[in-house]
């Protein structure tokens, strides 16, 4: 089609309710507005933002100068003309619409393609993302860490344990710690979450104060060999930096990690479904890890940091694969 000048319909609607005028209200209601304006010129087109396509509803200008025109006729005074977008737009095709009928069906268009870009997306960012974490593991130069928390099931913001699990890709060591907190020594978890803060299996448990645990976890993770190398790594990494940070861990600015990855977002991008969430137990079975003693912050940080580096090792599901799973 020719070079036109478009404007994206919902932001024209904006402009002109945002004067608050009662007639101008009533001129868009979608029932009179669709039905009293079939000869105006709809288009659909998509725009390209941040590297995500958006399917949008336009008009050309002479629709938008029609409109100005009766809106200015209706209320009796002088409107401000809505300025020129400057935008391209792709695949630009013309549609009718003249009902409120017909503009439901093509929002529900719009709202359909405009998902399916942003779950496309996020799995693209996601798959660059697990990329990412292969190439780091291949260089040999990064110290992985895996953190997890257990807190007390009748209130979260009661710290019970806290694990971590650390690989050096350098010398490919593991080492492993799991401490409990003494200030909820009398707090034992049983009825929704099984208590298993004496299962830790990888070596001993000490018994700190938080303030403690978090000076323990940051000379771990803040020495010469770690400094500016660290990656932390989690299943839900977000929620355990939080608690980190509760501890008076100074996450970002003292431990300094070159990079976050989350495993259960890791494996949602290998089998092509961005929102799909497993939790730890589960996919542990479902990969083959082998694993005991889950829910105790130790075990849980080490089978955690070995999830992270078998996804590293997996290929992507092609996507008959993911349809089947």
């Given at each position: 089609m ?10 024209v ?159 490919e060591?593991?080492?492993?710690r799991?401490?409990?907190a ?13 208590d298993?803060k ?19 976890i ?10 500016g ?52 137990g ?12 889950l ?12 999830l ?18």
């Amino acid at each position: 089609m020719p070079e036109v000048q478009l404007y994206q319909y919902h932001f024209v609607v904006k402009q002109w309710k945002g004067i608050k005028n009662a007639k101008i209200e009533q001129f868009f209601n979608t029932s009179y507005f669709f039905a009293q304006h079939p000869t105006l010129e709809f288009f659909l087109g998509i725009e390209s933002k941040n590297n995500e396509d958006y399917l949008v509803l336009l008009l050309s200008e002479d629709s938008v100068k029609s409109i100005h025109t009766e809106l200015e006729s209706i209320t009796s005074s002088k409107l401000p003309m809505i300025k020129g977008q400057n935008v391209t737009y792709k695949k630009v095709k013309s549609t009718f619409i003249d009902s409120s009928q017909a503009f439901t069906k093509i929002n529900k268009e719009i709202k359909k393609f405009n998902k399916k870009s942003k779950a496309d997306n996020k799995l693209r960012k996601m798959k660059e993302n697990w990329e990412k974490a292969q190439n780091m593991v291949k260089t040999k130069k990064y110290f992985f860490v895996a953190v997890d928390v257990e807190s007390y099931e009748r209130d979260h913001s009661c710290i019970l344990e806290v694990g971590w699990s650390m690989f050096d890709s350098k010398s490919e060591k593991f080492m492993d710690r799991h401490f409990c907190a003494t200030e909820y020594k009398h707090l034992k978890n049983g009825q929704f979450v099984p208590d298993r803060k004496d299962r830790f299996i990888f070596g001993d448990t000490v018994w700190e104060s938080l303030k403690q645990i978090g000076n323990e976890i940051t000379k771990d993770l803040t020495g010469e060999n770690e400094n500016g190398n660290v990656v932390l790594v989690g299943h839900d990494v977000q929620m355990d930096v939080k608690y980190l940070e509760s501890m008076g861990v100074n996450v970002k600015e003292v431990i300094k990690p070159v990079e976050y990855f989350d495993t259960a977002e890791m494996n949602a991008a290998r089998v092509g479904k961005p929102n799909q969430r497993i939790n730890l137990g589960k996919l542990l079975d479902e990969l083959e890890i082998e694993n005991y003693c889950l829910h105790n912050a130790g075990n849980d940080a080490h089978y955690t940091l070995c999830l992270f580096l078998e996804l590293c090792r997996l290929p992507l599901q092609s996507p008959e694969e993911s349809s089947s799973d």
